[in-house]
């Protein structure tokens, strides 16, 4: 078993929390906080008695964490198990949990508006005013998955340089 430090602990219980804020399992989010800070790939055993949750949520939770892309197994010479890396590099995992929320969450909202808008009957009481809104909140998800496109083509050196610009230019403003 892996010994966490007290500030190990403490950030692998806030990555907890706050996956759940942002709709992931929990235990999913602490299993890979624990992979994130880890120093060497662990076996699933190790994970699961690190943060006494049983084996088959840790065989859960890194199959969810595989298909994001910010997990993965390897292969360790002696050891006939498979044991679990996460990603290291912020920035690319940021990248790619960015894209899979644009395809499990922008992607069908931008397809339900269009077929909305192209189904609205204007014969209908209120249709032009649901048109007007349902356009807004379609141009509003179209600007952000043209904002997507843009950055996600972008090495990381430029996103972060357009980072420093964005927020000069807001101290400036203000």
Not at 90 to 106: A, D, N, P, S
Request: net charge positive; aromatic share 6%.
């Amino acid at each position: 078993m892996a010994e966490l430090t007290g500030l190990q602990k403490q950030y692998i219980l806030h990555w907890g929390e706050m996956g759940t804020r942002w709709g992931i399992n929990r235990t999913v989010a602490q299993i890979h906080a624990l992979l994130y800070l880890s120093p060497k790939a662990l076996p699933a055993e190790e994970i699961a008695e690190t943060l006494s949750v049983a084996r088959s949520n840790v065989s859960t939770s890194i199959r969810e964490l595989e298909t994001w892309g910010i997990v993965r197994a390897v292969h360790v010479l002696g050891d006939r198990r498979e044991h679990y890396e996460s990603m290291k590099d912020v920035w690319e995992m940021f990248r790619l949990v960015i894209e899979q929320r644009k395809r499990r969450e922008i992607d069908p909202t931008r397809e339900m508006l269009r077929r909305c808008l192209a189904d609205l009957d204007p014969k209908e009481a209120g249709a032009d005013y649901t048109r007007e809104r349902l356009q807004a909140m379609a141009g509003f998800f179209e600007a952000v998955t043209e904002l997507h496109d843009q950055m996600k083509g972008l090495p990381t050196g430029t996103v972060r340089k357009l980072l420093k610009m964005g927020a000069k230019m807001k101290r400036k403003a203000s």
